[in-house]
């Protein structure tokens, strides 16, 4: 009778043992399967870096499409015209004296690859080769032409660009390379701007127009899932 309760004392824990740690078990599985894995099958030669190329576009849905070296370059240098939507304003209100900026679009936005930058560390092949994972985070900001400073001409441009500006746009996302014994790789990453070009104006109330200059400014480009748009390329070193 004893060896019974014993029997049915340790059933009883193994059971809640399992109740307890099922959950956390499956929360392991849920971060494992939103790892993106970078397939070698999918490299190719980039003469200009000197080294093999892994490059990607993510969609929506944390999948990720391969691309072919001539896709990748098409991508580098890919416009896209779209129409403007006039929201300037004309109204001029007096007051004491004060100076305001408007901006005037020349033409339509284009989108505009920026500069591939290295957004990760290095990933180092563990010993004899095999696959390593990191988590990546990186934020793509809006910039200016160099003439434009003052957060006043930057809120103006903005304001009158006539499409919805993207101030930031940040990634987080988790991948696995594949590496041989000895050898290293990082993730770049391109990045899409919408640029908009046009004439910086400033007024005043008492004088109207007092000076006018070109300007451009450079609206963060974001996937539908609200993370930066642009090109990615795991690089081999």
Request: charged residues 20%; aromatic residues 12%; contains cysteine.
């Amino acid at each position: 009778m004893k060896k019974m309760k014993i029997l049915c004392s340790t059933i009883l824990s193994l059971v809640l043992f399992l109740a307890l740690y099922s959950p956390v078990m499956a929360a392991e599985t849920t971060a494992t399967d939103n790892t993106t894995e970078l397939l070698r099958e999918y490299s190719y030669y980039d003469s200009e870096l000197d080294a093999y190329v892994i490059a990607f576009t993510r969609n929506s849905d944390d999948t990720i499409n391969y691309l072919t070296k001539n896709e990748a370059v098409q991508l580098s240098i890919m416009t896209e015209n779209v129409p403007i939507e006039d929201t300037s304003s004309d109204e001029i209100v007096p007051f004491d004296y004060r100076e305001w900026y408007k901006f005037v679009p020349s033409g339509s936005r284009v989108q505009w690859s920026g500069t591939r930058r290295k957004v990760s560390a290095d990933f180092e092949a563990p010993k004899g080769g095999g696959s390593i994972s990191k988590t990546i985070s990186f934020t793509v900001s809006q910039t200016f032409s160099a003439n434009v400073t003052s957060a006043s001409e930057k809120s103006a441009i903005q304001a009158g660009c006539g499409f919805t500006w993207v101030k930031s746009a940040s990634s987080n996302t988790t991948y696995t390379a594949h590496l041989n014994s000895g050898e290293k790789g990082y993730l770049a990453f391109t990045p899409y701007y919408n640029k908009i070009s046009g004439s910086l104006q400033l007024y005043s109330n008492w004088d109207g127009l007092i000076s006018s200059k070109s300007a451009t400014g450079y609206s963060v480009k974001k996937t539908a899932d609200g993370e930066p748009d642009g090109l990615y390329q795991f690089i081999y070193k």
